[in-house]
């Protein structure tokens, strides 16, 4: 299936495009993973979403895709020693495309770490697995963290 991209949001204009495009993952298979492996030993997942972050997958950094080029090669070093990484935004069709293709064309040829792009991004989980309590995390609306 070949995945729709959406067009380039005037923020990445200043940065390059990416050469990668990474696999991707389904919900299911991440369920799995998170079931079954280590998070932050085994596989991380990165949520590239700044404004929009209402609902998460359970255990997701925040690493917005407006700041993920620039800190690219300190991400890198971090990064790479985790065999999955799992970018997701909203619907995974621009900013976790774009910053995992990013992190992809940065790795070397023999990097042990493989890259993947949730399918259908926070909406696909949210119908998924929006009322598991386990796999994701509804923010609080008022802001306090309660």
């Known amino acids: 299936m070949e995945r729709l991209s959406k067009p380039t949001p005037s923020w990445a204009l200043s940065f390059p495009q990416p050469r990668s495009r990474p696999s991707s993952m389904s ?14 030993v085994d596989f991380i997942v990165i949520d590239v979403r700044r ?10 950094i925040n690493l ?15 990064l790479e020693k985790i065999p999955i ?12 495309t774009r910053c995992a293709g ?15 792009i949730l399918e259908g991004g926070m909406k696909a989980w949210s119908v998924r697995f929006g009322e598991d309590k386990q796999m994701t ?9 309660k």
């Open 27 to 40: 919900p299911d298979a991440l369920q799995r993973l998170m079931t079954t492996k280590v998070a932050a």
């Open 51 to 60: 404004t929009d972050v209402d609902v998460v997958v359970s255990g997701a």
């Open 64 to 78: 917005p895709a407006q700041t993920f080029y620039p800190l690219l090669p300190t991400l890198t070093t971090i």
């Open 85 to 96: 990484v799992v970018f997701y935004c909203s619907s995974s069709l621009g900013r976790a």
């Open 102 to 116: 990013w992190f992809e064309d940065v790795l070397l040829s023999d990097s042990k770490c493989k890259v993947f």
């Open 137 to 145: 995390i509804t923010m609080p609306e008022d802001g306090t963290g």
